[in-house]
């Protein structure tokens, strides 16, 4: 009986420990650097790219919530910065990249060669879709504008 009871114990213990950790990737944010740039875009910018200027969060399909920082945005690349919320098999993190611009609503970060992140404005600027690709497995999310 009491080894029935130890048996009974440490499961409830490994079920409580994995849904501590599950909730607490789950509720981090994104981490963010303490200084951020916004620099308001040009006043010659299509309004879709001048739109993407500030802050947007949202969650992958595959449940990977991120933030992206478009510190300034001009005809030819976004400088912009991409935060990933810790998950079970990584830590959050963020980074710095030069984003290309594709098409007067679009841009793409490649962040190597195999994974490259691709957001597009929506019609109402205030939302993007973003494709996460990721050789050969893809995601798709959406994002909102946040206050910085």
């Known amino acids: ?70 510190e300034k945005i001009d005809a030819q690349k976004a400088d912009v910065i991409i935060s990933f919320a810790p998950t079970y098999e990584f830590k959050g993190f963020y980074q710095y990249h030069e984003a290309e611009i594709l098409d007067d609503s679009s841009i793409r970060i490649a962040a190597t ?17 973003a494709v996460l690709q990721d050789k050969p497995v893809w995601s798709e999310g959406k994002f909102k504008r946040i206050n910085n």
């Open 1 to 70: 009986m009491l080894l029935k009871s130890r048996k009974i114990f440490a499961r409830f213990t490994v079920i409580l420990l994995f849904g501590i950790v599950a909730i607490s990737c789950a509720t981090t944010s994104p981490p963010l650097p303490e200084v951020m740039n916004i620099i308001p875009p040009s006043q010659n910018l299509s309004p879709e790219l001048a739109a993407f200027s500030g802050s947007w969060k949202g969650t992958m399909s595959n449940g990977i919530e991120i933030i992206l920082v478009v």
């Open 113 to 129: 060669l195999d994974r490259t992140i691709t957001f597009k404005m929506n019609k109402d600027l205030n939302s993007l879709s």
